[in-house]
């Protein structure tokens, strides 16, 4: 249904490949900023496509003025663990192959890929790669665990998922493999120094808030800068809903702008809050 819905304005879609993956590149109509945004789409591990997220990734390149990459990365069940994780390492060491600095370069992502831009910096840095400028996460699920208190406590509230759906779909991707892993639970249990500044954005109502929640807790614990920046009363992923919700654009604005583009974002005051940023 996404993928056919209306191409996106002011922007240039172009299919290509990275990392061995097929890849949707998306530009500005304008000549491109200096600086690549590697996006990851959503869809819980076993659906989804450059194609479905092609919308909330033209926002950002016209935020932004940067050209994306958005990579068709393997699928549960017929691909598990780790074959999604493989083609984000893959896609990212092929940027840098081809001359893209690291300084330059953003992963961002929803859902599952949220995730996976978290977990493909963890495994570059594990592999020694230099690691990218920063992370972007769009209500990420980086817990495949599912124990989040607010997979409880907004079970009935989320308009999008319920615990019993999550969980359902969260048999595929670990295919068996013990859940509390690093990669893949990276909210509890990897190791997150030197992490570059992530930015996490969730809203209120989601039952994955506490994913962004407990990773942003532990990230700042293990003194990498992070961002968490949650908005009141929004479902899940609600930035995709640019252009016709006002919160959607403005969690588009600021912070999201200058980290997909390798700027530093803007530092939090004294109070460890984000000026112009609900935390």
Same mark, same amino acid.
């Given at each position: 249904m996404l993928a056919g819905s209306p191409s996106p304005l002011?922007? #240039?879609l172009t299919p290509s490949a990275l990392g061995g993956r097929p890849a949707l590149e998306i530009e500005p109509e304008a000549e491109a900023a200096d600086g690549t945004i590697l996006y990851f789409h959503g869809g819980s591990w076993v659906f989804g496509s450059p194609a479905s997220a092609q919308h909330?990734?033209?926002a950002l390149v016209r935020r932004t003025g940067a050209r994306a990459v958005s990579l068709d990365y393997r699928l549960a069940p017929e691909r598990p663990f780790p074959a999604a994780i493989d083609d984000g390492v893959a896609a990212y060491r092929e940027l840098l192959e081809h001359g893209v600095p690291p300084e330059r370069i953003v992963l961002a992502g929803d859902l599952a890929g949220g995730g996976l831009s978290i977990l493909t910096v963890?495994? #570059?840095r594990d592999a020694g790669l230099p690691l990218p400028a920063g992370v972007v996460a769009f209500s990420p699920g980086p817990d495949a665990t599912r124990s989040g208190e607010s997979m409880t406590t907004a079970d009935g509230i989320d308009p999008l998922f319920t615990r019993q759906s999550l969980q359902r779909l969260g048999t595929h991707y670990p295919a068996g493999q013990d859940p509390r892993q690093p990669l893949l639970n990276p909210a509890m249990h990897a190791d997150l120094a030197g992490l570059p500044p992530p930015l996490l954005q969730a809203g209120s109502n989601e039952v994955l808030l506490d994913d962004s929640t407990r990773l942003a807790t532990r990230a700042a614990a293990a003194g990498v800068d992070v961002i968490l920046d949650v908005t009141a009363d929004m479902p899940h992923v609600f930035q995709s809903f640019t252009g016709s919700l006002d919160e959607a654009d403005a969690a588009l604005a600021g912070p999201v702008a200058s980290y997909s583009?390798?700027?530093?974002?803007p530092q939090p005051r004294s109070d460890g809050r984000t000026p112009g940023h609900k935390t």
């Open positions: 002011g922007v #240039s909330i990734t033209a963890l495994a #570059s583009t390798g700027r530093r974002p």
